[in-house]
């Protein structure tokens, strides 16, 4: 299992944003995957964003033009921005290295 370092979550009101980190290892940074996921009780759980290691992402519609994913080759860190932050946003996100693991979660909380 690999070591995964996520910060970032909190409480933010609906229309805030706020920027979720990711730092992997940098001996599987270069060449994985990595997607972040979200979980909310009673709900399934969800991919937001997936970053190829050549840098393309994709997103479902649920955040697309809302959510950005991206990542620092140099931190070895990927980054989950968020905009427009809905209560339906609210989730605890997972940062997922394709293959390796997953981090314990960082918890977003979205007010009405």
């Known amino acids: 299992q690999v070591q995964l370092v996520e910060s970032g979550g909190g409480l933010v009101q609906a229309g805030g944003s706020l920027r979720l980190s990711c730092t992997v290892p940098e001996s599987i940074f270069s060449i994985a995957s990595i997607s972040w996921y979200r979980q909310s009780p009673g709900k399934q759980r969800e991919l937001v964003a997936r970053i190829l290691r050549g840098g393309k992402a994709n997103y479902p519609d649920s955040v697309k033009g809302r959510f950005t994913i991206s990542r620092d080759n140099a931190k070895n860190t990927v980054y989950l921005q968020m905009h427009n932050l809905k209560p339906e946003d609210t989730a605890i996100y997972f940062c997922?290295?394709?293959?390796w693991g997953e981090g314990q979660g960082t918890q977003v909380t979205v007010s009405a």
């Open positions: 997922n290295v394709e293959g």
